[in-house]
């Protein structure tokens, strides 16, 4: 069974950045496309950014220049750089297995049930 655990989340104010590690375990990490994901209250889940087992990677627009996802397939973590943090990006991050469409050449959903996630909060 795969699991997720995330880590790293808190309080920052607007401006600051943070790192979120995600841990898998259960899988052959390296094979995997890796996301996070985030969501606020009264929102639906949304992916931010993804990573191919190849280290290519796609953003939501909204997060893009901002936010660097990256991976050490060696310690099976993937990772979220979070910079010029705003109150928009209050929410619970969670990262995710994906599954590829290799037609569009883009996540088209999670795999696995969802840890935990890590509250990252951006006071104003």
């Known amino acids: 069974q795969v699991q997720l655990v995330e880590s790293g989340g808190g309080l920052v104010q607007s401006g600051g950045s943070l790192t979120l590690s995600c841990i898998v375990s259960g899988t052959v990490f390296i094979f995997n496309a890796m996301g996070w994901y985030r969501q606020a209250p009264d929102t639906e889940r949304e992916l931010v950014a993804a990573?191919?087992?190849?280290?290519?990677?796609k953003y939501a627009n909204s997060v893009k220049g901002l936010f660097t996802i990256s991976r050490v397939n060696a310690k099976n973590t993937v990772y979220l750089q979070m910079n010029s943090l705003k109150p928009e990006d209050t929410a619970i991050y969670y990262c995710?297995?994906?599954?590829?469409?290799?037609?569009?050449?883009?996540?088209?959903?999670?795999?696995?049930?969802w840890g935990q996630g890590t509250q990252v909060t951006v006071s104003s």
């Open positions: 990573i191919r087992s190849g280290g290519s990677t």
């Open positions: 995710n297995r994906l599954r590829w469409d290799v037609t569009s050449s883009g996540p088209s959903g999670p795999v696995d049930n």
